[in-house]
């Protein structure tokens, strides 16, 4: 199994995964012609992607997947009340928020999370033996989300704003309510303590993502992260990647089943 994050933040969402023969978009906020760039950029083929997956309707979500999924024939897969916010997928599939679907041999378990859209969902995403999931763009970690990312070997959170940044910061009132609610974004505390709780030694990688570019920066995201993991000792040991994502450009391709050489990769 390998991933990689082509777009994370308030502008634009995307994730590249392959595995077990299956290539599969998490989400696609970007535009088509600009997927197309950052899956050139990895060395893929968009005609070698049968599959979007799609967490909820927010537009750097679902602004490119109907254009992707006309021009490769992709197969779009969200739940009932997220799919009619998409505009003519060329194929579609529902699936039920909360039941395992799979796409080939790859396994996938849409499960709820808290935000402010219809029927938001985190995926799970199992194959040969690894346990990817992403979650973002959820306003608290419920225990629902806590079994579901328990045992992950990879990861990609959400640690969007820092609370003493996103205070000063230029946002109306009503924009700070909205993304610090619990129907909001999760802030860099609230991702650290997650990563704390559920880290173990064969959760190899770990991205940020969907950073606020107005009230968060990489550096505060990966100090907090750090700071939290310190408290894991021996439970962090197998830690190979700590990245965060970011609109501009995608991040190196991550592997779950190379043999690991050792040290840990922490970037911005």
């Known amino acids: 199994m390998r991933f990689s994050v082509l777009s994370s933040g308030s502008k634009a969402n995307c994730t590249f995964v392959e595995a077990a023969g299956e290539r599969i978009l998490i989400d696609c906020g970007l535009s088509g012609k600009k997927a197309e760039e950052r899956l050139a950029e990895q060395g893929i083929d968009p005609t070698t992607i049968s599959s979007i997956i799609v967490t909820h309707e927010h537009s750097d979500h679902i602004h490119g997947v109907p254009t992707l999924s006309r021009r490769y024939g992709m197969t779009v897969y969200a739940n009932e009340a997220t799919m009619r916010h998409i505009s003519k997928p060329k194929r579609a599939d529902v699936f039920t928020t909360g039941q395992e679907f799979s796409i080939g041999a790859v396994s996938i378990t849409p499960f709820s999370i808290i935000h402010d859209a219809v029927d938001p969902v985190g995926f799970v995403i199992q194959a040969e033996g690894f346990k990817l999931v992403s979650v973002t763009d959820l306003g608290r970690v419920t225990n629902l989300v806590r079994e579901h990312v328990r045992g992950a070997n990879a990861i990609l959170l959400e640690s969007n704003h820092d609370q003493e940044m996103l205070q000063a910061c ?42 606020s570019e107005n009230s968060n920066t990489p550096n505060l995201a990966l100090e907090c992260a750090n700071r939290y993991l310190d408290r894991c000792g021996e439970r962090r040991s197998g830690l190979r990647t700590l990245l965060c994502g970011n609109v501009y450009e995608s991040l190196p391709t991550l592997h779950l089943d190379e043999p690991y050489q050792g040290g840990l990769i922490v970037a911005a």
């Open 170 to 211: 230029s946002y109306t009132w009503e924009l700070k309510q909205r993304i610090s609610s619990t129907h909001g974004h999760l802030c860099n505390e609230s991702a650290g303590q997650l990563l704390e709780d559920i880290m173990h030694p064969e959760l190899f990688h770990v991205v940020l993502g969907h950073l």
